[in-house]
Structure formats: C-alpha cells, structure tokens
C-alpha cells in the first residue's frame, strides 16, 4: 500500500493545521496508521497513531490536547488535526502502516513522502 501526506504549510504559532495520510488501496483499513515527524537534525518518531477500526488512539506527551488523530476508512484517509502549534512542531510530518500494536513505533512500514510544517513565532 502507499501512503501519501498531504495539507502542511506556514502558520503562525497558535494555529491550526490538518493534515491528511491518503492510501492507494482499501487493505490500508485493516492496518494501524501512524503519523511521525522529523524536525532538522533530529529522529523521525511517532506522534499519533490510530488502531484500524478507530477504536484506539495513541499520542506522544508533546502533542496530547493539541493534536487528534482520525480515520475515515470510506476515503482511504488519516487525518491529523493540529491545533495550538507552536514552533517546535515544525518538522516534516509522514504516515505509515503497521499490523502490530499501534503505539509500537518499530512496527511501522510504508512510509510515503512526507509534508513540511512551519510554524512560525
């Protein structure tokens, strides 16, 4: 399956961004999905991360309260609301796939080319 995300930009400290994972085929749904970002010289490491079927969600300290992971299996699409953004989320944000437990960053594979979020102070 490939992933594509979508919906980064500039953006002023305090707002919002929402950004979207679209994937090429329906088997995506019966995967975890899960949104990672890499700022300059740093690791790539989850944020969010949906279990398919949506019923569990998993967030990094950083982001909980601000951020809010969804899926609507009928458009093949996650989707990551970002609200409150200060500068330190800017990075390069992805998605994947994993059938393993969704809050387990190493199960994660099918990274597609990520989007580019600046927030600025």
């Known amino acids: 399956v490939q992933l594509q995300a979508s919906g980064g930009g500039l953006v002023q400290a305090g707002g919002s961004l929402r950004l979207s994972c679209a994937a090429s085929r329906r088997t995506a749904n019966h995967y975890s999905t899960g949104w990672f970002r890499q700022a300059p010289g740093k690791e790539r490491g989850l944020i969010a991360a949906?279990?398919?079927?949506?019923?569990?969600?998993y967030y990094t300290d950083s982001v909980k309260g601000r951020f809010a992971v969804s899926r609507d299996d009928a458009l093949n699409t996650v989707y990551l609301q970002m609200n409150n953004l200060k500068p330190e989320d800017t990075a390069v944000y992805s998605c994947a796939v994993s059938s393993g437990p969704y809050s387990w960053q190493r199960g994660y594979k099918n990274w597609g080319q990520g989007t580019l979020v600046t927030v600025s102070s």
């Open positions: 949906i279990s398919w079927g949506g019923g569990s969600t």
